[in-house]
């Protein structure tokens, strides 16, 4: 009959123990990243340290990580990796630490001291090039690789990187970026699942405080997911003022998803932080871009409309073109408001800041009330006197917006 030995409370199991009996009788011993974890904490279980013999097991582990693999990038990773199959205790949360501190250091040199491996999707160069230039190694050279971890794990590595302070924060934010396309499901399509709400919330709580550290387009797509996934109002808060903060280098694509409601609070939280000239510029040309679009809902309530105009109104605009554009999309779809709301619809424009191109088609619409196109053809003979005699008046000068978007509605 053979005896069973109960080995259930040995951390690393049967391998690691494997590992410790062979050394007891002088077998040789093969440790790698994927098993010196579990080998060095069941060596500590089983006090295999230098109080009952000199060169111990515990001692020889610990020689063969620090002269190792916390000198190699991919086997810290893969040690952080294998410390998922043990429960969490004093000793194995000390090494996470060490192998931490190793990652952090490694993404935190100088790039020209890095050896690239041009892992993952990193583009390679023709290898029948007889003479190959070496290509600079980005400064995210390392966000692909941390994608391998668990979120409590890559939190970890995020804070002691962030740490340190010698990554930038746009670096950090191209980090987080490429982790929630990996690791969240639908992320990029924007149907993300309720059971990812933790995992985005903590992606959102790793966003650096620098202003653009994170592109306006992620901002956006973390807070549809936020709302979607029902997170703390903290949580959508932070986002809302992020996406404010860089709200003039947002996209109508990043903000078209929002109802009017979210987009009038991300315009107010803009104005409260007091922007400069051309930022206004910029983002009146994105919320004209925006109300063309949502004003296609025939849904779409005239309040709502004019709330998000007026916010808009004192924003300097070199052309109407945009909010004209928006208008007379609204009236389109809206062809049976009153007269009374009508007019204050096309209140908010000012027509001697149309283009040519947007005079005419004005004076050849028929939803604008008929005192506007007066408007547009009076403005438009003064223009035409100031050219002819050489005279300008600085109100009356516009510049047009030559997109493939500036095509006007039949």
């Known amino acids: 009959q053979i005896d069973e030995i109960d080995i259930s409370e ?10 410790c009996v062979k050394f007891c009788y002088g077998i040789t011993v093969t440790l790698n990243a994927y098993n010196v974890f579990a080998a060095r904490c069941a060596a500590e279980f089983l006090e ?39 429960s969490p205790n004093e000793f194995n949360l ?22 690239w491996s041009y892992s993952y999707n990193r583009k390679k160069k023709n290898l029948d090039q007889k003479v190959r230039k070496q290509e600079a190694v980005p400064k995210d050279w390392w966000v692909e690789d941390l994608c391998d971890l668990h979120m409590d794990l890559y939190k970890q590595a995020i804070e002691a990187i962030k740490k340190r302070g010698k990554v930038p ?50 901002l956006s797509k973390l807070l549809r997911a936020s709302i979607f996934l029902g997170c703390e109002e903290t949580v959508k808060e932070k986002l809302k003022k992020k996406i404010s903060e860089q709200l003039e280098e947002t996209t109508l694509s990043d903000i078209a998803m929002y109802d009017i409601d979210m987009v009038q609070s991300l315009v107010k939280e803009f104005m409260n932080q007091d922007p400069k000239t051309h930022s206004k510029v910029s983002v009146a040309k994105l919320i004209d871009g925006y109300l063309a679009e949502k004003s296609r809902d025939p849904n779409l309530l005239l309040q709502n409309f004019l709330s998000l105009a007026e916010t808009l109104s004192s ?38 800041k149309l283009s040519p191109e947007a005079c ?18 009076f403005f438009e003979q003064i223009r035409a006197n100031g050219s002819s005699t050489g005279n300008s008046t600085p109100e009356l000068t516009t510049t047009t917006l030559n997109t493939e978007d500036d095509e006007w509605e039949p």
């Open 315 to 352: 924003f300097p605009r070199q052309s109407h073109d945009g909010l004209y554009r928006a208008i007379d999309m609204f009236l389109k779809e809206h062809s049976g408001i009153s007269k009374i709301e009508k007019k204050s619809v096309c209140g908010l424009l000012d027509c001697r």
């Open 48 to 86: 295999m340290n230098e109080t009952f013999e000199k060169s111990n097991l515990v001692y020889k582990i610990d020689v063969f990580l620090t002269s190792t693999i916390f000198r190699s990038w991919k086997d810290s990773i893969i040690v952080l990796k294998t410390r998922n199959d043990l």
């Open 10 to 19: 040995i951390p690393g199991g049967s391998v690691a123990f494997e590992v």
């Open 169 to 218: 924060g746009f670096v950090i934010g191209e980090a987080l970026h490429v982790y929630a396309v990996r690791r969240i499901a639908g992320f990029s399509k924007g149907s993300v699942k309720i059971t990812d709400k933790s995992l985005t919330e903590s992606v959102i709580e790793l966003i650096p405080d620098e202003k653009g550290s994170v592109s306006s387009s992620f």
């Open 360 to 377: 005419e088609h004005a004076v050849q619409n028929e939803r604008l009330p008929m005192r506007v196109i007066v408007q547009v053809l």
């Open 94 to 115: 000390k090494l996470v630490k060490r192998c931490l501190n190793s990652i952090a250091s490694t993404a935190s040199i100088d790039t020209s001291k890095v050896e």
